[in-house]
Protein backbone atom coordinates (compact mmCIF):
# COMPACT_ATOMS: atom_id res chain seq x y z
CA UNK A 1 0.00 0.00 0.00
CA UNK A 2 1.18 3.27 -1.14
CA UNK A 3 2.53 5.97 1.93
CA UNK A 4 1.83 9.88 1.05
CA UNK A 5 3.58 12.15 3.06
CA UNK A 6 1.97 15.86 2.83
CA UNK A 7 4.26 18.65 3.73
CA UNK A 8 3.63 22.68 3.45
CA UNK A 9 0.39 23.66 5.36
CA UNK A 10 0.38 26.48 7.29
CA UNK A 11 -1.81 29.69 8.59
CA UNK A 12 -1.19 32.53 6.01
CA UNK A 13 -3.28 35.79 4.77
CA UNK A 14 -6.10 36.01 2.57
CA UNK A 15 -4.10 36.80 -1.03
CA UNK A 16 -0.98 35.09 -0.10
CA UNK A 17 0.30 31.89 -1.69
CA UNK A 18 1.07 28.36 -0.09
CA UNK A 19 2.83 25.23 -1.86
CA UNK A 20 1.44 21.67 -0.48
CA UNK A 21 3.78 18.90 -0.94
CA UNK A 22 3.09 15.00 -1.28
CA UNK A 23 5.73 12.84 -1.72
CA UNK A 24 4.58 8.80 -2.35
CA UNK A 25 6.59 5.99 -0.97
CA UNK A 26 6.36 4.42 -4.91
CA UNK A 27 5.75 5.27 -8.83
CA UNK A 28 2.99 8.04 -8.75
CA UNK A 29 2.33 6.33 -12.23
CA UNK A 30 1.00 3.06 -10.56
CA UNK A 31 -2.19 4.89 -10.04
CA UNK A 32 -4.93 6.45 -12.31
CA UNK A 33 -4.54 9.55 -11.16
CA UNK A 34 -3.09 11.41 -7.68
CA UNK A 35 -5.19 14.16 -6.15
CA UNK A 36 -5.48 16.93 -3.69
CA UNK A 37 -8.86 16.99 -1.88
CA UNK A 38 -9.75 19.32 0.78
CA UNK A 39 -12.26 18.81 3.78
CA UNK A 40 -13.04 22.38 5.77
CA UNK A 41 -14.60 22.37 9.15
CA UNK A 42 -18.07 20.72 8.96
CA UNK A 43 -18.06 19.68 5.65
CA UNK A 44 -17.38 17.01 3.37
CA UNK A 45 -14.49 16.19 1.57
CA UNK A 46 -13.84 17.86 -1.59
CA UNK A 47 -11.58 16.81 -4.48
CA UNK A 48 -9.68 20.35 -5.36
CA UNK A 49 -7.43 19.08 -8.28
CA UNK A 50 -5.89 15.86 -10.15
CA UNK A 51 -3.41 15.23 -12.14
CA UNK A 52 -3.90 11.67 -14.42
CA UNK A 53 -1.33 9.14 -16.03
CA UNK A 54 -1.35 11.26 -18.91
CA UNK A 55 -0.77 14.63 -17.76
CA UNK A 56 -4.78 15.50 -17.75
CA UNK A 57 -5.38 18.11 -14.81
CA UNK A 58 -8.42 18.70 -13.74
CA UNK A 59 -9.57 21.60 -10.97
CA UNK A 60 -12.19 22.53 -8.80
CA UNK A 61 -14.71 24.98 -10.06
CA UNK A 62 -13.97 27.28 -7.05
CA UNK A 63 -10.49 27.12 -7.45
CA UNK A 64 -9.63 27.83 -11.14
CA UNK A 65 -7.27 30.30 -11.87
CA UNK A 66 -5.70 30.43 -8.15
CA UNK A 67 -4.60 26.51 -7.56
CA UNK A 68 -2.63 24.48 -9.82
CA UNK A 69 -1.27 20.99 -9.65
CA UNK A 70 1.72 19.16 -10.60
CA UNK A 71 3.79 16.40 -10.29
CA UNK A 72 7.72 15.32 -10.39
CA UNK A 73 7.59 11.60 -11.58
CA UNK A 74 11.34 11.23 -10.80
CA UNK A 75 11.02 12.36 -6.87
CA UNK A 76 7.24 10.44 -7.03
CA UNK A 77 5.61 14.04 -6.47
CA UNK A 78 3.26 16.04 -7.04
CA UNK A 79 2.65 19.47 -5.50
CA UNK A 80 -0.60 21.68 -5.09
CA UNK A 81 0.16 25.56 -5.95
CA UNK A 82 -2.23 27.82 -4.01
CA UNK A 83 -2.17 31.68 -4.70
CA UNK A 84 -5.05 34.56 -3.83
CA UNK A 85 -6.19 32.66 -0.92
CA UNK A 86 -9.15 32.92 0.80
CA UNK A 87 -10.51 32.31 4.13
CA UNK A 88 -12.80 29.38 2.19
CA UNK A 89 -10.10 27.80 1.20
CA UNK A 90 -9.33 26.72 5.01
CA UNK A 91 -9.23 23.12 5.27
CA UNK A 92 -7.14 20.24 5.92
CA UNK A 93 -5.77 19.16 2.99
CA UNK A 94 -5.33 15.44 1.68
CA UNK A 95 -2.93 13.99 -0.80
CA UNK A 96 -4.58 10.77 -2.87
CA UNK A 97 -3.57 8.31 -4.81
CA UNK A 98 -6.59 6.72 -7.30
CA UNK A 99 -6.48 3.40 -8.69
CA UNK A 100 -9.78 2.01 -10.15
CA UNK A 101 -12.66 2.21 -6.97
CA UNK A 102 -9.74 2.40 -4.45
CA UNK A 103 -8.30 6.00 -3.00
CA UNK A 104 -5.35 6.28 -0.64
CA UNK A 105 -4.93 8.80 1.98
CA UNK A 106 -2.09 10.84 3.30
CA UNK A 107 -2.75 11.96 6.32
CA UNK A 108 -3.76 15.72 5.67
CA UNK A 109 -2.12 19.19 6.08
CA UNK A 110 -3.52 21.78 7.83
CA UNK A 111 -4.50 24.75 6.24
CA UNK A 112 -5.57 28.00 7.27
CA UNK A 113 -6.35 31.29 6.26
CA UNK A 114 -7.34 34.04 7.94
CA UNK A 115 -8.77 37.45 6.53
Known amino acids: QVQLEESGGGLVQAGESLRLSCVAS????????MAWHRQAPGMQRELVAS???????DLAQSVKRRFTISRDAAKNMIDLEMSELRPEDTGIYYC?????????WGQGVQVTVSS
Open 96 to 104: AAHLLSRTF
Open 26 to 33: ENIFNYNY
Open 51 to 57: INVGGRI
